[in-house]
């Protein structure tokens, strides 16, 4: 009877020597990266609680711009004594997460890392730093583009009344908006997840491509507060861009792929 060999992985592909970690273990692993994460972002909210006013300042700039523009006042209003304190304790502890954000996405990476193998984990440098670079990208483009040109159709439509804007409701509509192109901007890096543990390949990410397009169209559609095409077409463009990055990213690292440039450097 024929000697049946087993299957050994090649060298780039074994694992950490450590022991398989048992569902209770994943849960205190867990637990750990979560105390760990929420002690940096209070760390982070002390930090910016000085700072509070100076950050809302940057953040009414584009309100104060379009207000401006249209011949209005340049003031926002509040309806409650405790508004103002309340907000700037939002602010200070947005600002804290975002302060304390590679450390969080340092924990992120800890929990995870265990279940990649050896040579996947030298992904963490560029991990974080496309992590945090393409939110950035998502916040900056919202802040210079596409809010400044919502508030403009927004309040220019209505000049003929007088605003009464609420600090707290343009807070949190420049949150939404601000921190949802942040977030959609990361699409490459769910991809890139998604296509290293095999969920998805740039072959089927092609062929769906004209629905996937239709899907962030109707997305588009639903967080931009404007009703006009240009705003919402300028919201979609790059999440069309970011989808067709994110195909090349599905290629390079779908287990496949790897494998068949494996095979290519070996001949």
């Not at 450590?18 to 002690?39: C, D, G, N, Q, T």
């Not at 405790?82 to 907000?87: K, R, V």
Request: proline letters at 6%.
């Amino acid at each position: 009877m024929p000697e049946i060999a087993a299957e050994v992985p090649p060298a780039d592909q074994s694992r950490d020597a450590m022991p398989a970690m048992s569902f209770l273990e994943h849960l205190e692993e867990l637990r750990k990266r979560l105390v760990y994460s929420i002690i940096a972002a209070v760390g982070g909210f002390f930090v910016c609680w000085g700072y509070a006013e100076n950050i809302y300042a940057l953040m009414q700039r584009p309100i104060m711009e379009a207000l401006k523009k249209n011949g209005m006042p340049e003031k926002l209003v509040y309806l409650n004594p405790t508004e103002p304190f309340n907000l700037y304790l939002k602010i200070g502890f947005m600002a804290g997460i975002f302060v304390a954000s590679p450390f969080i996405l340092y924990q992120l990476w800890m929990f995870i890392s265990p279940g990649l193998y050896r040579h996947e984990k030298r992904y963490v440098l560029p991990f974080m730093v496309s992590t945090i670079s393409l939110f950035l990208a998502g916040g900056l483009f919202g802040y210079t583009m596409v809010y400044p040109a919502a508030l403009d159709f927004l309040i220019g439509y209505g000049h003929q009344f007088q605003p009464m804007i609420t600090i707290g409701e343009y807070t949190d509509l420049f949150l939404t908006i601000i921190l949802g192109l942040g977030v959609v901007f990361e699409m490459p890096i769910l991809v890139f997840f998604l296509a290293l543990m095999g969920v998805v390949t740039a072959g089927w990410m092609w062929r769906n491509i004209r629905y996937s397009i239709l899907v962030i169209f109707v997305i588009a559609a639903i967080l931009t507060p404007t009703t006009d095409i240009l705003n919402m077409c300028l919201f979609a463009a790059p999440m069309v861009a970011l989808y067709i990055l994110s195909i090349g990213v599905a290629w390079l690292v779908h287990p496949k792929q790897r494998k068949a440039r494996r095979e290519r450097k070996g001949e």
